[in-house]
């Protein structure tokens, strides 16, 4: 069993000790002038990056920052209506083929929201179509097939987690941000007196 975990493990420090960190500073800069100028942060995804979008809002809406997950099925059955001028959105998508992803995209080009692809294919439709990406390296699933969405999802929770933290850390919020969110839960009660 631990010889699973080591190798996860592996597959985790290999993908982020190869991550763009200019491209991740560029995203990090870019979320910050869209949330000061009243705009969100918009993430889509589909399948088991639905929760992984969801755990990403959670930690920004408890910041006080504004954030929404548009489900890439649900878009274009009316939610495409939360995305606005200057949003930014990022399109998770691991082959960058998905073709709900792919017509999202030309939906949201077309509300002139600010574009970002969260991926794992250098070369696919979607790099060719969103010019602003974050594209991991991915040598394996860590399932018997390597197919499953195992690592890959847990490598985009890595990335965005560390999205939302350095946000708050730039924006140089305080714990009572914090507090004024979550009022509820061992969380709540610890923070009681502070």
Known sequence: MITYFENLLKEI?????????????ALLNESITTL??????????LGKNVPICDKFVGSMLSLGLDA???????????????VKKGDLVIILTKSGET?????????????????????FNLESTLTNEISKQIILTLGHEGDM?????????????IVLQALAMQIAEKMN????DFK???????????????
């Open 180 to 194: 004024k969110n979550h009022p509820g839960g061992f969380i709540g009660e610890v923070l009681k007196n502070e």
């Open 145 to 157: 097939w390597n197919i499953m969405p195992n690592n890959s999802t847990t490598l985009n929770l």
């Open 36 to 45: 000061e100028k009243g705009n969100k942060i918009i993430v889509s995804g």
């Open 68 to 82: 929404y997950f548009l489900n890439t099925n649900s878009a274009v059955h009316g939610d495409m209506g939360v």
């Open 99 to 119: 073709i709900e992803s792919i017509y999202l995209t030309q939906l949201l080009k077309e509300r002139e929201a600010n574009l970002w692809l969260l991926s």
């Open 13 to 25: 420090n290999h993908s982020i000790s190869n991550l763009d960190e200019t491209a991740f500073d």
């Open 173 to 176: 919020l305080k714990l009572v």
